[in-house]
């Protein structure tokens, strides 16, 4: 049997599935793999089942120059976590779990939008603190959703899910700002990014993380959304300038946001926290069982395809 590290426990379901093709080693903590641990996981496993935040760096390989492990089967449709040149360079192929997590992260979106724009968390806050005095006609009114303009920075499964809710449950005229023109099943009419962020109600960002899209959300980009208007990140913390968002926010110069990542995860600006215009989820994205054993059965066949010499299915 081939070795497999698995970074931080999957759902028992799948575990028991990976068990019975390969000789399973399982980490017994929850948080990232650092840099020595990644490097001691090349020298030692066959094939390596990481997840967010995991450092798979340049560095990482440049410690092992002829690694033993030849593929790592990232849990998660993001991998920047992954130097995928890098690893590639060191014969290691790359591969992740698209399509596992459209739905459940799409739900999020809606979730963070419908949250922020009523100030629900604002509301149970008001509730549990006992200081709700009563119903009465001006309480705590938000942002209507239905009819509203929706901009989704980022066309790929996951922004086109999110399209699709807004627009078919919702009403919602759909902008757009891609590196490309998308076909997508819904009206939707693509813009330059502070064009479609000026005509938006509500801001979405659904991009991939990387160099590329590094703090694509900044100064500028806040400074061109309409004082009324709602941004919710569901795609990577650090697409985001954190503290340009915190800026904006308390400047007024947008309404409000929504959020499910953080720039320094599992950090989060006390800033944010002290905002009640601003929803903070604990990257709640893909937290369903049913989804994260999906995740975990595609990452698991990604490892069984190699380990039988077939080219796995989802290549990065």
């Known amino acids: 049997m081939l070795k497999l590290l698995v970074s931080r426990r999957l759902p028992e379901a799948v575990m028991e599935e990976a068990a019975q093709v390969f000789d399973v080693t399982c980490r017994t903590v929850t948080t990232p793999m650092d840099h020595a641990e990644c490097v001691a996981a090349l020298r030692d496993f066959d094939v390596i089942l990481p997840t967010l935040g995991d450092a798979f760096r340049a560095p990482a390989f440049a410690g092992v120059p002829e690694p033993r492990a030849k593929l790592l089967a ?113 009206p939707a009419e693509q813009m330059d990014l502070p064009a479609a ?51 904006a926010l308390q400047a007024g110069q947008i309404a409000g946001a929504g959020l499910d990542v953080y720039e320094f995860e599992p950090q989060v600006p006390g800033a944010l926290m002290a905002m009640e215009n601003v929803t903070l989820l604990p990257h709640l994205g893909t937290a369903a069982l049913e989804v994260r054993e999906a995740m975990g059965r595609m990452a698991l066949e990604n490892c069984i395809a190699f380990s039988e010499g077939r080219t796995p299915p989802n290549t990065v």
């Open 74 to 186: 990232n849990f998660g449709v993001g991998y920047n976590h992954i130097d995928v040149d890098a690893a590639r360079a060191a014969g290691l192929e790359v591969t992740n779990t698209p399509g596992a997590v459209t739905d459940a992260t799409a739900d999020i979106a809606m979730t963070l939008i419908l949250m922020t724009a009523r100030r629900a968390g604002e509301g149970e806050r008001l509730v549990r603190s006992g200081q709700w005095t009563g119903w009465h006609p001006t309480q705590m009114l938000g942002l209507h959703l239905t009819g509203k303009t929706v901009c989704v920075v980022g066309m790929g499964r996951i922004g086109q899910a999110i399209a699709r809710r807004c627009h078919f449950g919702f009403g919602c005229r759909i902008v757009y700002a891609n590196r490309s023109a998308k076909e997508v099943d819904v």
């Open 197 to 247: 962020l000026a005509a938006a109600d509500i801001v979405v960002l659904a991009t991939p993380g990387g160099a590329e899209t590094h703090h694509l959300m900044g100064s500028a980009e806040f400074a061109a959304m309409r004082p009324h208007a709602i941004f919710v990140n569901i795609s990577r913390g650090d697409v985001v300038d954190e503290a340009a968002l915190i800026e």
